[in-house]
């Protein structure tokens, strides 16, 4: 079993409405949780961080967290074409400097 | 600020060829990590540097060597470079701590082809 699984998509939604990424995680030990943007060819770009249960809002961006469950999802509400991107998950389980990383899921967002 | 810099964005190696990829931050993070990417295998940790003077193993070290050479600096060394090694190299940075995890930021990335 994978430690971070992501559903790989893609996820086509329309324009304006609400994308929904979830990401499980094996570890329950686990502390910290990220979600990353990247765009085809460039690098990994923070877009969320999350450490308590519960939901953390940051403009469009909704990050969602159940340890009891052990997952956290992403949600990207009005979604733009500039949306359009890979998503990926990433866990600290605890231990000290290591993140795992999920295998991203791909977003489109169509005009 | 630049945040996290890599050099070069792209290189073609042959096997058994050697190269040395670098990677700064100016962002004064004591922590710094080198991972491989990989399509459809995500982001897998290579090396990482908990504060200036210590290296460990990640995930897949093999065939790799790390230096850090300074609090900015963290360089990642390909001694005889196999075609496995093909691969998009990404170096990070954060204020990680021995008490948990904060966030990591990502360099531009080095494309790396080994025929």
């Known amino acids: 079993q994978k430690e971070v699984e992501q559903n790989s998509g893609p996820l086509s939604v329309p324009e304006g409405a609400i994308a929904s990424l979830n990401c499980t995680y094996s570890?329950?030990?686990?502390?910290?949780f990220f979600w990353y943007r990247q765009y085809s060819g460039k690098s990994p770009e923070l877009i969320m961080s999350?450490?308590?249960?519960g939901d953390k809002e940051d403009g469009r961006f909704t990050a969602q967290l159940n340890k009891a469950s052990q997952y956290v999802s992403l949600l990207i509400r009005d979604s733009q074409p500039s949306d359009s991107a890979t998503y990926l998950c990433?866990?600290?389980?605890?231990?000290?400097?290591?993140?795992?990383f999920g295998a991203g899921t791909t977003v489109t967002v169509r005009a | 600020n630049a945040g996290v810099t890599q050099t070069p964005k792209f290189q073609v190696l042959k096997t058994g060829q050697s190269m040395t990829l670098q990677c700064a931050q100016d962002?004064?993070?004591?922590?710094m990590y080198w991972y491989r990417q990989d399509p459809g295998m995500g982001l897998r940790l290579i090396y990482y540097?908990?504060?200036?003077?210590?290296?460990d193993k990640g995930e897949v070290p093999n065939g790799y060597n790390v230096s850090r050479l300074n609090k900015r600096e963290f360089s990642l060394r390909l001694e005889s470079a196999a075609p496995s090694q093909t691969s998009v190299y990404f170096c990070?940075?954060?204020?990680?701590?021995?008490?948990?995890?904060?966030?990591?930021?990502f360099g531009p990335g080095t494309r790396l082809t080994v025929t």
């Open positions: 962002m004064n993070h004591n922590s």
């Open positions: 990433a866990v600290n389980n605890g231990e000290a400097y290591k993140l795992s």
């Open positions: 570890d329950r030990g686990s502390q910290s």
């Open positions: 999350i450490y308590s249960n």
């Open positions: 540097s908990a504060s200036e003077g210590t290296t």
């Open positions: 990070a940075s954060s204020e990680a701590g021995s008490s948990g995890i904060r966030e990591q930021y």
